[in-house]
């Protein structure tokens, strides 16, 4: 409300000045009012624009007219008295047009300043310039933290603003498992940029446009050309329909479990009863499932099985085992 009383005086104002310094001249008047409402409107625009592209445009339309000027310097050394006399005709259009190249690549080229810093190009230097962005269930997920360990990433590691607000959004929440997982994710963070293994850069690029977490992480990967690390079923399937590339860390686990073929021995302990008639369920050291067809007498037991086949889904693993004939 005081901004748009300010916005008013300065109308009221403008035109009040105009018609007094014109010798009381209603046209003056006017003239006030419209370049007050020209400066108000102006403000206006300029309050939606973001500081970071606010700054860069002006940094970028410097830098085009001082392009502009050193062309018109250069014309002016080659002593081309056509050329110079072109020049000078067409300077202001060539100062216009310099300067405007200059504000749009300065604001499209901004985002890549993230990437600038000094921490950021030492790392870049032995590890590539590869940029990851975790998203919320990856961190919360915490094995993150082990494949960096292994030095199999490399990179930059991204991590949105916007993840480390939900994050702590879910930190403070009612609920004691949201608020657990949520400071054991922010920890995760914290162990990976204390432990230096790869760059972690917090990216404050935000996508206004897009409202919900999910589409503002595909937006950020769009615009810096990144990867994104996630355990989210559906995340995976929209990026990739996107065209982004998604390291999924359950894919990953299960790609790395051992394979186990039919007719291998398995010492398999039967813990509860299968869905079906007589099966029996065990799992292996790493959580794969093992459903032990004629098991449901061997509960309890540890038995040596054979591999029967194995299945899998978008879930897991799930192998099916039958109890030797001893």
Not at 71 to 92: A, C, G
Not at 142 to 151: K, W
Not at 269 to 289: C, W
Request: charged share 25%; glycine share 8%.
């Amino acid at each position: 409300m005081l901004i748009w009383s300010l916005r008013l005086f300065a109308v009221v104002g403008g035109g009040t000045i105009g018609y007094f310094q014109v010798a009381r001249n209603i046209r003056g008047a006017l003239v006030g009012v419209a370049i007050a409402a020209a400066v108000v409107i102006l403000e206006y625009l300029v309050e939606k624009i973001a500081l970071d592209t606010l700054i860069a445009a002006i940094v970028g339309a410097i830098l085009g007219l001082i392009g502009a000027k050193l062309l018109d310097y250069t014309v002016f050394l080659i002593e081309n008295q056509k050329l110079y006399e072109i020049m000078n005709d067409y300077s202001l259009l060539i100062k216009f047009a310099f300067a405007y190249l200059g504000v749009t690549l300065a604001v499209m080229k901004k985002n890549e300043l993230d990437l600038l810093d000094r921490d950021i190009l030492k790392k870049t230097k032995k590890t590539g310039a590869m940029i990851y962005l975790l998203d919320t269930s990856s961190v919360i997920d915490g094995r993150i933290a082990d494949v960096i360990a292994t030095n199999f990433l490399t990179g930059v590691l991204g991590v949105p603003k916007f993840i480390l607000e939900e994050l702590q959004t879910l930190a403070d929440s009612s609920d004691s498992m949201k608020r657990t997982r949520a400071r054991r994710g922010l920890n995760i963070i914290a162990q990976i940029q204390k432990e230096a293994l790869i760059a972690v850069k917090i990216i404050d690029k935000d996508a206004p446009q897009a409202r919900e977490v999910d589409l503002k992480l595909i937006q950020l990967a769009k615009d810096l050309e990144a990867r994104i690390i996630t355990t989210d079923f559906n995340l995976n399937k929209i990026a990739t329909l996107q065209g982004i590339v998604v390291l999924n860390i359950n894919d990953l686990s299960n790609a790395l479990k051992p394979v186990h073929l039919p007719g291998e021995k398995m010492q398999i302990y039967v813990a509860k009863e299968g869905k079906e008639r007589e099966q029996g369920i065990g799992f292996l050291d790493d959580g794969t499932m093992v459903v032990v067809e004629e098991g449901r007498r061997l509960l309890g037991r540890r038995v040596e099985c054979a591999v029967i086949s194995l299945l899998q889904t978008s879930s897991g693993r799930m192998i099916f085992v039958k109890p030797s004939e001893n």
